[in-house]
């Protein structure tokens, strides 16, 4: 695991972010590696600075252009689901936004491919990483709902946007044995794992219920 390299990781307490991982742990968190790396992330750094002093709520918060940064647990939930496969070496993320859940996953993979059809959500994001010593997340601005096809296949998709229903290309994208975390629906969403067993052959499970904003097309500068 890399570590973080940033001014300003003290500047919240301590013990501010030990409530938000004991949280996490009592909502049904397990895996080690997503709690520890969870702990150091600078979550303030990624919100507005107005809202800095809520940044260890486990909650959404506004990121601008009617987006959300995700809630602690969800990133914590996706993440951990994600990791369950064994170890991965290249993950396309649907939906960048803050890039807080990018800061995450760059710690426990590889390699970071991430999509985001809003462009200053993208640069900001790209410049907070790159800052934070991440070099190993590349990122496209686009639709993701068409996925990445030049650097697929995956053997994990993790997206922040649900669709109504899961496009056909991220099926396509997922290497054999690969995982896809994703919430689907409308009003009411599902957060689903599909693992690919074979070619032809796709497994699904519902995680839990959920509340995404939803997968839009088309990219926005
Ligand atoms: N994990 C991010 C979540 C951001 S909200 C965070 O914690 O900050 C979801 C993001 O998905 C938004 O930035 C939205 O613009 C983006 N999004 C929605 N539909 C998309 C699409 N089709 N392609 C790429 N990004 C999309």
Redesign the pocket.
């Known amino acids: 695991m890399s570590t973080i390299s940033v001014q300003g990781i003290g500047m919240t307490s301590r013990r501010t972010r030990e409530r938000l991982i004991s949280r996490l742990a009592q909502s049904g968190i397990k895996d080690q590696r997503v709690l520890d790396v969870m702990r150091e992330m600078p979550r303030h750094l990624?919100v507005d600075e107005a809202l800095s002093h809520r940044a260890y709520e486990d909650t959404?918060l506004p990121?601008g252009?009617?987006?959300?940064?995700?809630q602690p647990y969800?990133?914590a939930k996706m993440t951990e689901a994600l990791l369950d496969g064994g170890e991965l070496q290249r993950v396309l993320?649907?939906?960048?936004?803050?890039?807080?859940?990018?800061a995450v996953l760059a710690l426990l993979v590889k390699r970071i491919f991430s999509?985001?059809?809003?462009l200053p959500?993208?640069e900001k994001?790209r410049s907070l990483i790159s800052k934070l010593g991440m070099h190993n997340v590349q990122f496209k601005h686009?639709?993701?709902?068409?996925g990445w096809p030049e650097k697929g296949p995956f053997d994990g998709i993790i997206?922040?946007?649900a669709?109504e229903q899961i496009p056909p290309e991220l099926f396509e994208q997922l290497a054999i044995g690969g995982r896809l975390i994703i919430p689907v629906g409308g009003a009411t969403q599902q957060l689903r794992l599909v693992v690919r067993q074979s070619e032809t052959e796709y497994i699904q499970s519902v995680l839990e219920g959920v509340k995404?904003?939803?997968?839009?097309?088309?990219?926005i500068r």
């Open positions: 990624f959404a990121i252009y009617n987006q959300t940064i995700s969800i990133v993320e649907i939906g960048t936004g803050s890039g807080y859940q990018t999509v985001e059809r809003i959500l993208q994001g686009a639709d993701g709902g068409f997206c922040a946007a669709p995404f904003v939803p997968m839009l097309s088309g990219s």
